[in-house]
């Protein structure tokens, strides 16, 4: 195959997690709506749509297995092949916590909710916004902005860990809150694996480019 049918190929791995991204973006966004306006019928949709990231996860990957046996990759064009299914992997994780937290909004029902969503659409904003830095490190094979996103995970966990604080001083004041506040914790914790998987996708990308494992540990990040 020639040069730049093979690049043609890559490229088309690239569009294809954008779109997939795309699609956990959007499930993430209306998960958080349907919490907020507690729109069970907006829950139900979210569920419904994880069936077509399962799809394009199952679509890209068995077209990556095509151009290893085809095509026989080597060195960085084979850790880019492999680096997309692997990415494909952490979206479609990113996809079940969408999910997941439409799956608590049906749960809660018509409960009022425990208190008014501060942090949490906070943390949704930026995890989002590192699994878009993310892909695009991917695409662009930008270390930099792949070290960016392994930092920024510090801010989401300090972020979580002022939710639990909260939740749980709700808990301990009034033990009649408890199943509420678990329920918006559930959605937290969901939030910060989403965040946790976009920092893997740093990771791997950090991997493409160098070729060997870089360990994005605070005390290793260096931003330029």
Do not use: F
């Not at 009022?112 to 916004?129: F, G, H, Q, S, V």
């Amino acid at each position: 195959m020639l040069r730049s049918d093979y690049d043609r190929s890559l490229t088309d791995l690239q569009m294809r997690l954008a779109e997939m991204g795309q699609h956990v973006e959007s499930a993430t966004r209306s998960a958080l709506s349907a919490l907020e306006h507690q729109d069970l019928q907006l829950a139900r949709e979210v569920i419904d749509a994880d069936d077509e990231i399962d799809r394009l996860q199952d679509s890209l990957e068995n077209d990556c297995v095509t151009i290893i046996a085809t095509q026989q990759p080597a060195a960085r064009d084979l850790r880019s092949v492999l680096s997309a299914v692997h990415i494909a992997v952490e979206l479609e994780r990113m996809g079940d916590y969408a999910e997941g937290i439409a799956k608590i909004c049906i749960r809660i029902g018509d409960q009022p909710l425990l208190k008014p969503l501060i942090d949490i659409p906070r943390m949704a904003d930026l995890a989002l916004k590192m699994l878009d830095e993310s892909l695009q490190s991917y695409a662009d094979q930008d270390e930099w902005l792949a070290r960016k996103v392994c930092a920024d995970d510090d801010t989401i966990d300090d972020l979580y860990n002022q939710v639990y604080r909260e939740l749980l001083t709700y808990m301990l004041s009034d033990p009649t809150t408890i199943e509420r506040a678990t329920y918006l914790l559930w959605v937290a914790h969901n939030l910060e694996r989403i965040a946790d998987r976009a920092t893997n996708i740093g990771e791997r990308v950090l991997w493409l480019v160098s070729g060997h494992t870089v360990d994005s540990r605070p005390e290793n990040r260096s931003l330029r």
